[in-house]
């Protein structure tokens, strides 16, 4: 399983960025996928995921109503569309896949990419 986050960068707070992810290795269909942070000093949380159960998307209070993940199974990626963005939402953000990332359970991790949000 291999995953590979791309697209972090520097936006000024109320902008807009959106996070890239190619994933290889591993049955889509099969796997739930999510999106993490981690900010300085913190735990890393969750963001968003996709559950392998039943396919439903879930966001962390924190980011609802405006982040969205969307996917794209032919091309391989999935998306962190994130807008309405605050100098809180400054973390290393890493996508990752699962048995079901919605509780946590993670088998593979891509690198992280950098969001800084300026206020």
């Known amino acids: 399983v291999q995953l590979q986050a791309s697209g972090g960068g520097l936006v000024q707070a109320g902008g807009s960025l959106r996070l890239s992810c190619a994933y290889s290795?591993?049955?889509?269909?099969?796997?739930?996928i999510g999106w993490f942070r981690e900010a300085p000093g913190k735990e890393r949380e969750r963001v968003s995921c996709?559950?392998?159960?039943?396919?439903?998307?879930a966001y962390a209070d924190s980011v609802k109503g405006r982040f969205t993940m969307p996917r794209d199974n032919d091309k391989s990626m999935m998306y962190l569309q994130m807008d309405s963005l605050k100098p809180e939402d400054t973390a290393v953000y890493y996508c990752?896949?699962?048995?079901?990332?919605?509780?946590?359970?993670?088998?593979?991790w891509g690198e992280g990419t950098l969001v800084t949000v300026s206020s």
């Open positions: 990752a896949a699962g048995f079901d990332p919605c509780v946590n359970a993670v088998d593979a």
């Open positions: 996709i559950s392998r159960r039943d396919g439903s998307t």
């Open positions: 290795g591993f049955p889509f269909d099969n796997y739930g």
